[in-house]
């Protein structure tokens, strides 16, 4: 497999000081170039950057990478887990007979009190079951009524209409009825606490998208093996990520929108974590082996498309035997739903919805352009006593969520392993990582600095080429290997002095550990542009808290390098202060048959941390959809696989949820909301009370 971004790369040797192999343990010392960290801060991929097209060799290869690429677009998408399909209440009035056809408004609830508006164009005189079409409009200034020479909606919903295919043109989020909830750009949208709910643009479109795949199917007219969907632009990206999430799509038609150099200038078309090491040639390809026509243009980002993105894409879709399902269109012209490129379109849904392949090609004939309030549902400008205010809405998605997440209370194994399955999934997509499999972890004899007066060794371990400097101080006593995450890195020895003293004297081992964002794995203050300041940073890059926790797991998975002293009993993880919630997300993505090989005990300083505040989650734990995915509940759920010891705990703990499912996993749970004294930590650790 090959797929990557192309990276103006730049290489820095670091000296550091060295390490006897013995203490590598099962590591072996690598003698390439150790990271520097750069690929945190340097040239960091957003829209602009040029993605290199992505190879597969064969489709065993291609298989569990798009198995995990649905996976991280259902998760960006707000799918997971899904929302509740709720009753669609769908209205359709106003209809205008036109001779071969008709147009409705409709309207109809995507959530309770969320409108999604539009205009369905059905064949005159219908008879039996037929194909249907969805028409996302994209951000043409006038919405799903533009009609001039670069788009017409009107004019490509008439014309399918006209071949026999019901066609339903809705609104974008903020755009022609729906303005009536909300602008397009609305900054209640981008409210940070919504993104730890996986609430946004592209996130209330792409249900809205699924839902009025829903209306269709609930037309008895329809027939659900046959939906084709397609748009330029905004409405291409909603076309490919629709048919990455929704199979019910059989034929698709992105226009103007798959490129390697542009990705999405909007935000809507940008949610947190979609592209995380992919693009949008993957996720297109997604739809594999279903029918695809690319339509391009030759002045705008799809201008390579003959050469680059549809060569990649075909690759693909040869995997499964489906060359003669994937087409190209390239037009000349700007950036555009033309008639020329609605017309390839036609041919193309007449060949796999109609079944008319090598038909003669289908001509639009005269399009009447209708009034506007004709057409608009609400042309009055006064909203249905069903719409709520937006505001209202966004409480409600979130009490919704909540709400799923109290169903799986792990009061049995069942709700137990959902409420872990979602954890697992979701964590895996908020770090944008797995547990590290064989040899993935670099280990280096040599760190960058080692803090003043610290009597350690150092060590560096590297994944990705993410380094994480640690402090290896050997023990004097026979007892646990331990590993420590404080917020200063491996600075904390001084005010960590007499923990570190009593564990040497009784444990084999203690490692301080610094993680991104701590000691001096931080961003290079230099870099330009700042890190965070990317374009549509985290859709294309992990955040500071996934950074951290993705390190924290780097470091949990090299434990306890036994080969050197096989005597340790076991492994301990001990967090400090504010790094305790991170540690309880890596800690929640260790697998349990690790924990049960090397023994794990876990001591957790949750240091107040309130796990229904969103203020909290924001400056402690900012994990993308964190709270969607059952926030500090499923965390503690999930990680109570083991001995594990929760101190210093707020008022709000959800202290049931973590004994619940310790008991169900046959593991020792303690609680405690004073904070834990050094003493009764190694006491714990080794064992006692």
């Known amino acids: 497999?090959?797929?990557?971004?192309?990276?103006?790369?730049?290489?820095?040797?670091?000296?550091?000081?060295?390490?006897?192999?013995?203490?590598?343990?099962?590591?072996?010392?690598?003698?390439?170039?150790?990271?520097?960290?750069?690929?945190?801060?340097?040239?960091?991929?957003?829209?602009?950057?040029?993605?290199a097209p992505p190879s597969f060799a064969t489709y065993e290869e291609w298989k569990p990478r798009r198995e995990r690429l649905i996976e991280q677009v259902r998760f960006a998408a707000g799918l997971w887990p899904e929302p509740e399909r709720t009753p669609l209440d769908a209205r359709a009035f106003g209809k205008l007979e036109r001779g071969d056809y008709t147009i409705e408004k409709v309207w109809f609830q995507s959530r309770p009190g969320f409108i999604v508006a539009g205009n369905l164009y059905r064949p005159a005189n219908l008879s039996g079951k037929v194909p249907a079409v969805l028409c996302p409009h994209g951000h043409w200034e006038h919405g799903r009524l533009q009609h001039d020479d670069k788009c017409s909606v009107p004019a490509r919903c008439i014309t399918l209409a006209r071949m026999g295919i019901i066609a339903f043109a809705y609104d974008m989020i903020g755009f022609n009825d729906s303005k009536l909830q909300l602008q397009h750009n609305d900054e209640r949208l981008f409210e940070p606490a919504n993104a730890l709910w996986g609430i946004g643009p592209l996130e209330l479109q792409t249900w809205n998208s699924i839902r009025a795949v829903d209306f269709l199917l609930s037309l008895p007219e329809v027939d659900r093996n046959w939906m084709g969907v397609t748009g330029a632009s905004g409405g291409g990206t909603q076309t490919f990520i629709l048919a990455a999430v929704d199979n019910h799509v059989s034929a698709i038609a992105p226009v103007n929108m798959i490129s390697s150099i542009m990705q999405g200038g909007c935000k809507c078309e940008n949610a947190q974590t979609l592209r995380i090491e992919t693009n949008n040639m993957e996720i297109a390809a997604l739809a594999a082996p279903r029918p695809l026509l690319m339509v391009s243009a030759s002045g705008d980002w799809t201008r390579y498309t003959p050469k680059i993105e549809f060569p990649a894409i075909l690759g693909i879709y040869s995997l499964y035997g489906g060359e003669n399902r994937i087409s190209n269109v390239h037009v000349d012209a700007p950036h555009n739903y033309n008639r020329q490129s609605r017309d390839a379109m036609y041919h193309f849904m007449a060949r796999w919805l109609l079944r008319q392949a090598g038909g003669a090609p289908v001509t639009e004939g005269e399009i009447r352009v209708e009034k506007n309030e004709d057409l608009l549902v609400f042309a009055d400008g006064k909203a249905p006593e069903e719409m709520q205010p937006f505001d209202r809405v966004i409480s409600r998605i979130k009490e919704e969520a909540a709400k799923q997440i109290d169903a799986l209370k792990p009061t049995d194994r069942e709700k137990l392993n959902k409420l872990n399955q979602i954890v697992a999934v979701g964590l895996r997509h908020a770090v944008a990582t797995t547990w590290p499999g064989a040899g993935e972890v670099r280990t280096f004899n040599r760190a960058t600095t080692m803090p003043a007066g610290l009597d350690a060794s150092g060590i560096t371990f590297a994944r990705q080429e993410r380094p994480v400097p640690l402090a290896v101080i050997d023990g004097q006593g026979s007892g646990e290997c331990i590993l420590c995450a404080d917020a200063d890195g491996r600075a904390a020895a001084g005010k960590l002095e007499d923990f570190l003293r009593r564990a040497k004297a009784e444990s084999s081992r203690i490692i301080l550990a610094e993680p991104f964002g701590t000691g001096i794995n931080v961003p290079d203050p230099n870099a330009r542009p700042p890190r965070a300041s990317t374009k549509f940073f985290s859709t294309f890059n992990r955040t500071d808290a996934a950074e951290t926790v993705f390190d924290l797991l780097t470091a949990l998975s090299r434990m306890p390098w036994s080969a050197s002293k096989a005597d340790i009993p076991a492994t301990c993880f001990v967090a400090f202060g504010r790094m305790g919630p991170l540690a309880l997300a890596a800690r929640a993505m260790v697998p349990a048959d690790f924990v049960?090989?090397?023994?794990?005990?876990?001591?957790?300083?949750?240091?107040?941390?309130?796990?229904?505040?969103?203020?909290?989650?924001?400056?402690?734990?900012?994990?993308?959809?964190?709270?969607?995915?059952?926030?500090?509940?499923?965390?503690?759920?999930?990680?109570?696989?083991?001995?594990?010891?929760?101190?210093?705990?707020?008022?709000?703990?959800?202290?049931?949820?973590?004994?619940?499912?310790?008991?169900?996993?046959?593991?020792?749970?303690?609680?405690?909301?004073?904070?834990?004294?050094?003493?009764?930590?190694?006491?714990?650790?080794?064992?006692?009370?």
């Open 1 to 51: 497999m090959a797929i990557g971004f192309h990276r103006r790369g730049r290489m820095q040797p670091l000296i550091g000081t060295g390490l006897l192999l013995c203490l590598l343990g099962v590591a072996r010392a690598d003698d390439g170039r150790m990271p520097d960290g750069s690929v945190r801060w340097i040239d960091l991929p957003n829209t602009d950057t040029s993605f």
């Open 596 to 689: 049960h090989r090397v023994g794990l005990r876990t001591v957790i300083d949750m240091n107040g941390f309130n796990g229904d505040s969103d203020e909290d989650y924001l400056k402690d734990l900012n994990l993308p959809n964190i709270r969607k995915i059952g926030g500090l509940k499923g965390l503690v759920a999930a990680a109570a696989n083991g001995p594990i010891w929760f101190h210093n705990v707020g008022e709000q703990f959800p202290a049931d949820w973590a004994e619940q499912a310790g008991k169900l996993n046959g593991a020792r749970v303690k609680i405690s909301r004073e904070k834990a004294s050094n003493e009764a930590t190694l006491n714990w650790l080794a064992g006692g009370e």
